[in-house]
């Protein structure tokens, strides 16, 4: 098991099986290739649905992260994401990280907690 490529949640401390999600819904035309399948817990990926963008804290539209137009993509995501380390929080760094966390909903109460334990056990640095 992995990390969630959204919320950053480890498949193997939370007990349950993440997704394969495409990042380009199948519906909007989205292929199943590496290039466009993404780990996302279960959380991430029903709140994401179909979607591929947000609006960030202007109301601007902005397209939702997208993990694979970055190599590793774990530079990607701290490019657009910081993670608090005393609270587990995810802050935004750009726009596009904006509309991510409000749209995947990734500060919600139980990834939160589940995040947290997991960095204060030393699973997640």
């Not at 349950?16 to 780990?39: D, K, W």
């Not at 397209?63 to 995501?77: I, N, S």
């Not at 005393?86 to 990280?97: D, E, N, S």
Request: overall charge positive; hydrophobic content about 35%.
């Amino acid at each position: 098991g992995g990390a969630c490529e959204y919320c950053r949640l480890l498949e193997i401390a939370t007990g349950t099986t993440f997704h394969i999600e495409h990042v380009l819904p199948q519906s909007q035309g989205g292929r199943t290739t590496f290039q466009n399948l993404a780990l996302s817990c279960s959380g991430c990926n029903l709140a994401k649905g179909d979607r591929t963008a947000g609006k960030d804290h202007q109301g601007k539209p902005q397209p939702l992260f997208d993990p694979r137009q970055y190599t590793p993509a774990l530079l990607g995501w701290h490019l657009h994401f910081e993670l608090e380390f005393r609270t587990g929080l995810i802050l935004p760094r750009t726009p596009i990280g904006e509309a991510t966390v409000v749209m995947l909903q990734v500060n919600s109460t139980s990834r939160l907690f589940a995040r947290h334990l997991q960095m204060q056990a030393g699973l997640i640095s």
